[in-house]
């Protein structure tokens, strides 16, 4: 069961959290968790804080499809060097029509290539770019996934014309990146 009934009521409501939270930080620490139980939609019987209590709120909202639209994706398709990227059906489909399976990593990284086409990443952006995480020093997983991604591509061969490597750099994908929609 939705808690508002419509985008309208829901959107006072925040205005409304926001305000109280504004206020409560005023009052003392045993007056905002008495504050905070009475906002609190949570069937647990533990104090929380006035900053829980309000996002809780919002995300029953969000939960029961009543809050903000999510940003609209700028295109459904990158198309590549005769390759085309699905990205609602997470595909990768050849200029012959021909559907290339991908993992999922595999995928993250063309992606990540595809959003910086003709610029130079480097191992460490690479993992930011696909798994959102540090590397170590000798941190190598990338080298492997780019050589599959190659791989897939049919980008093999002494001297790779599509994904290239840029010594002591990292690596480039050289193709000029169209958006669809």
């Not at 992606?111 to 990443?121: A, C, E, M, S």
Request: charged content about 25%; aromatic content about 6%.
């Amino acid at each position: 069961m939705a808690p508002y009934r419509n985008l309208n009521a829901w959107k006072h409501a925040q205005r409304l959290a926001v305000e109280c939270a504004k206020l409560a930080r005023r009052l003392p620490p045993y007056e905002q968790e008495a504050l905070a139980c009475e906002l609190r939609r949570s069937p647990y019987h533990r104090p929380i804080s006035i900053a829980d209590g309000i996002a809780r709120r919002g995300s029953d909202g969000r939960r029961a499809g009543l809050g903000p639209a999510p940003a609209a994706a700028a295109a459904n398709r990158l198309r590549f060097a005769g390759w085309t990227l699905d990205l609602a059906h997470r595909q990768l489909i050849s200029s012959d029509g021909v559907v290339v399976a991908l993992s999922g990593g595999e995928y993250r990284l063309l992606k990540g290539f595809l959003g910086h086409p003709n610029r130079v990443l480097n191992r460490d952006q690479l993992l930011d770019l696909t798994r959102g995480r540090e590397s170590t020093p000798f941190d190598r997983s990338i080298d492997v996934q780019v050589g599959r991604l190659r791989r897939r591509l049919g980008d093999t061969g002494q001297e790779p014309s599509l994904i290239k490597t840029v010594r002591g750099e990292g690596y480039v994908l050289a193709a000029k990146v169209e958006e669809q929609t």
